[in-house]
Each structure stands twice: as structure tokens, then as C-alpha cells.
């Protein structure tokens, strides 16, 4: 059972004082993904920059309940050997914590020829079908039945290399579908696959392993099949949180006097920092930091936010850049094409004194720049989450932020982090 814990801001009523380093932890979207394909591996292999975050904790979880041994060889570093493994069920208790277990199937199913799971969990952003996994387990040749909530997938002798065309660029689908790949008889070819980088990372990792995947960070994947992969050597380091930086960098306009956010690819965030530049947001970024510093009395202007797949305006970042724009002149428009109700979050805003108005399931208008002041809050998924902390950030007064494990869910310490550069926060017991 989650603790019940709550984050307790002291606005800064406006102000920019937040200064100092921040340094980007691993990709949470990553690492997911990096622990699940170990399960193609037939001994074991390491991996760093793992981010102690809730998410991890749980995979890690669900792969030791499939008989995995996991070591962790230093806060960061873990050694997983699945060798071990003795079943391809996935409990019904693992899939309603984490949405990201859905791709366990396809190393599963490519292993063991059968995978058994439920509908899977997680955040509440809406409808989060699951058709396109069926239909491309279908296609590599494996039979779905699917009763009492759960599906059972079932291939005779290897999965079959297809040519898979994804109705929607779907970011864990792809990497289901490249991991599945691997193990399969033949050519899987994987067409309109998403961009995001996490994937190609993803990718090349399992290529340092033995595996035969080409066109990463194209639109079409092709993965040559072959035997189980070794790790024998091979540590993995998770590449930076894009999403995490981002929030940082946004977090820096609205608070930060100076701040250095560090540790991280600039070049994954093109689409953010050309929106902020546009909104007049002073920052520079070096190789591996953005600087964000002398927008002490600076006025923003209003955007145009349209999410869309990678390279375009992540869906992750939509929560964090509404705070700037309560902040902006103007009225901003945001346009989640995304995922449905991924914009209710914007009703609790409108209580710290923001002016949004909800348009339908993916399309809202804000309105700035609002006074906004501290008020108490339930963070209803971890990017929502972590933008209530930034508007208590801004606010005047204090913020209560509820549903902490949400936001622990993907951001590690967060609380201890922006300590460190200046924000009151706190945690308690809620
Ligand atoms: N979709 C289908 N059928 C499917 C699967 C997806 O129609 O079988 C649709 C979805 O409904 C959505 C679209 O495809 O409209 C794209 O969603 P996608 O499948 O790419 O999302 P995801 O893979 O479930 C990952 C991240 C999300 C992130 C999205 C988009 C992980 C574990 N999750 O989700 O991250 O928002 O890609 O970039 O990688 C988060 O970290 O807070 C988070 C939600």
C-alpha cells in the first residue's frame, strides 16, 4: 500500500530565486523498457543511471515475481540475470500499479511462446487502448483469447518475423514490437514507428547485445531475429530524463534567478526550447546543461501548444508549460492530440486563481498572466503532479500538493532536489 504523503510549498509569491545545479536523472521511459528486454538476455547484464523512482521499483518487482535475480550494485547500478525465469504471467497486481508492464509481453511471448496478462493499470490520462499490441502479436503469428480480464497470447514453435504498420505512433508498442523482433523467426519490420529516443537508445543496447536492429530513429524499424542476447561486459547507462529537464528548464523561467539544469541532451528538447525562445524566455544550453537565468522582470508571451509524437511538443511537457502560461500575456491555446482527458488537471488550476478554459477532451484556452496563490491540491497523475508543485512554486502562500506517490512515480527525491536549489518544500504525512 502506497504511504499517504503530501508536498508542502511556500510559494515565492513571483519572485525568482532559485539558483544553483540541478543534475537530470536517468529516463524513466527508458529504463522501463532497458529492464524489461533483459528478459531476451540468457545471462545476466548491468545497467546505470537508474533513477530510484517508484516505476523502477515496481518493474524491478514484477520481473523478480517472474524468478529474475536482481542486484543492485550501487544506488544507480543494477546486475539482472533472468536466467532464472519460470513463467510468462504477468500478476494481476503488477499490471494495475503500472501501465509500462504492457511491454513485458512482447519479451515474454518471444521467449516462452505464450504470455498471460491483464488489462494494464496506471496513470488516469484517459482511454489507453491496447488493440495494437493484439493485433501485432496476431500478425507474428500468435493466437489471442482473451477471458476474465485477461489475455492469454500463444504462438506455436517462435513468433514470426511481420511487417507490422502501427495505426498510431505509439512509443510502447514500437519497443514491444523491436524487442519482440529480436527472438522471432525472420524479419520483423515495424512501419510509421515511433520517433521518441528513447526507443532508438533502446535499440542500440540491444544491438551491443547481439541483436540486429536497423533504422533506429527512423519511421521504419527492421529487426532481424536470432538467438537470446548476452550481456556478458555490457552496462547500459540510461540516457537523461527529456521530460525531467524540461520541467527544470520551466521551473527555471518561472523561479530561477540562475539555474545550471545539468546532465542532460539539450538536443531532445528542441521543441520545448523553441517554444520557450518564441515565448521570450531567456536560457543558453551547452552540450549537456541548459542555463536558465536573467528573467527577473521579464513578461512572457502566450504560445500555441500543439503536442504531438516526437520531435514535436511531448505530451509529458503539456502539464509543465501550462503553469507558463497562466504566467504569459495573453491567451494561450493547448491542443493535447496525444491522449483524451489529459487536460482535466487545468480545473485545480483554475482554484490557484489561473483563467483556463477546458474546450473539449483535448483542446483548452489560458488566459494570463494570473496571481496565483496556494491552495491544496490532488496530483492526479505524476506530470500534473509535479506542474501543481511548480504553480506552488510561483504562487503566493502555500501549496499543498496530495498523492505524492504519483509524483515518486518518476521523478526521484524531487522534494530533496529543488531543496537544494532554493524552493521551500517539505513532505508530511498526509
Ligand atoms: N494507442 C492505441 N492502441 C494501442 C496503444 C496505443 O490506439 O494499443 C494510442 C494511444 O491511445 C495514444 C497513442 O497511441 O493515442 C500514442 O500513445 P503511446 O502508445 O505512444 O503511449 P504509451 O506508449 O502508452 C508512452 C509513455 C508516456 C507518454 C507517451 C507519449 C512510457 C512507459 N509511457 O506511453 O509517458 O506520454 O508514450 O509520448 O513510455 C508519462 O511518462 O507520464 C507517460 C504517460
Do not use: W
Not at 207 to 223: D, F, P, V
Not at 255 to 260: E, H, K
Amino acid at each position: 500500500m502506497e504511504k499517504k504523503e503530501a508536498f508542502i510549498i511556500d510559494g515565492l509569491n513571483g519572485e525568482r530565486k532559485l539558483s544553483g545545479e540541478i543534475v537530470v536523472g536517468g529516463a524513466k521511459n527508458e529504463v522501463l523498457k532497458t529492464l524489461a528486454s533483459t528478459i531476451l538476455f540468457k545471462d545476466e547484464v548491468s545497467i546505470s543511471n537508474v533513477p530510484q523512482i517508484e516505476d523502477v521499483a515496481r518493474t524491478l518487482e514484477a520481473l523478480k515475481n517472474l524468478g529474475a535475480t536482481v542486484v543492485k550494485e550501487n544506488n544507480n547500478k543494477y546486475r539482472i540475470s533472468t536466467a532464472g525465469l519460470n513463467t510468462s504471467v504477468i500478476s494481476a497486481d503488477i499490471a494495475k500499479k503500472l501501465r509500462a508492464s504492457v511491454v513485458l509481453t512482447g519479451p515474454l511471448l518471444a521467449r516462452f511462446g505464450s504470455v498471460d496478462f491483464p488489462y494494464p493499470g496506471g496513470c488516469v490520462i484517459g482511454k489507453r487502448p491496447i488493440d495494437m499490441f493484439l493485433d501485432g502479436f496476431k500478425s507474428m503469428g500468435a493466437a489471442v483469447v482473451e477471458a476474465d480480464g485477461r489475455f492469454l497470447v500463444k504462438t506455436e514453435g517462435k513468433l514470426k518475423g511481420a511487417e507490422i504498420f502501427l495505426k498510431n505512433q505509439s512509443v510502447t508498442v514500437t519497443e514491444t514490437f523491436m524487442m519482440a523482433g529480436v527472438l522471432a523467426e525472420g524479419k520483423t519490420v515495424i512501419k510509421n514507428a515511433a520517433l521518441e529516443p528513447e526507443i532508438a537508445s533502446l535499440g542500440r543496447f540491444l544491438n551491443e547485445a547481439g541483436a540486429k536492429i536497423s533504422g533506429l530513429e527512423t519511421s521504419t524499424i527492421e529487426i532481424v531475429g536470432g538467438e537470446m542476447l548476452s550481456g556478458k561486459g555490457l552496462c547500459h547507462e540510461t540516457m537523461p530524463d527529456r521530460i525531467e529537464a524540461g520541467s527544470f528548464v520551466i521551473l527555471g523561467a518561472l523561479c530561477g534567478s540562475d539555474l545550471r539544469i545539468s546532465k542532460c541532451e539539450p538536443k531532445h528538447l528542441d521543441a520545448l526550447l523553441y517554444n520557450l525562445k518564441e515565448s521570450g524566455v531567456n536560457f543558453e544550453t551547452g552540450p549537456d546543461h541548459i542555463r536558465v537565468y536573467g528573467n527577473e522582470g521579464r513578461h512572457f508571451k502566450s504560445l500555441d501548444i500543439k503536442t504531438h509524437e516526437y520531435p514535436g511538443f511531448p505530451t509529458d511537457l503539456q502539464a509543465p508549460i501550462s503553469i507558463l502560461l497562466t504566467q504569459a500575456e495573453g491567451q494561450s491555446f493547448i491542443f493535447e492530440t496525444i491522449f483524451e482527458n489529459r487536460l482535466n488537471y487545468l480545473e485545480a488550476l483554475d482554484r490557484f486563481g489561473a483563467s483556463t478554459r477546458i474546450l473539449d477532451s483535448h483542446r483548452a484556452f489560458i488566459n494570463g498572466p494570473a496571481k496565483l496563490e496556494g491552495r491544496a491540491v490532488e496530483s492526479p497523475d505524476l506530470r500534473a503532479g509535479l506542474a501543481y508543485a511548480i504553480a506552488g512554486a510561483v504562487a503566493k502562500g502555500r501549496t499543498e500538493v496530495h498523492n505524492v506517490y504519483y509524483i515518486d512515480r518518476g521523478y526521484e527525491r524531487i522534494d530533496e532536489r529543488l531543496r537544494a536549489i532554493g524552493l521551500d518544500i517539505s513532505r508530511r504525512e498526509a
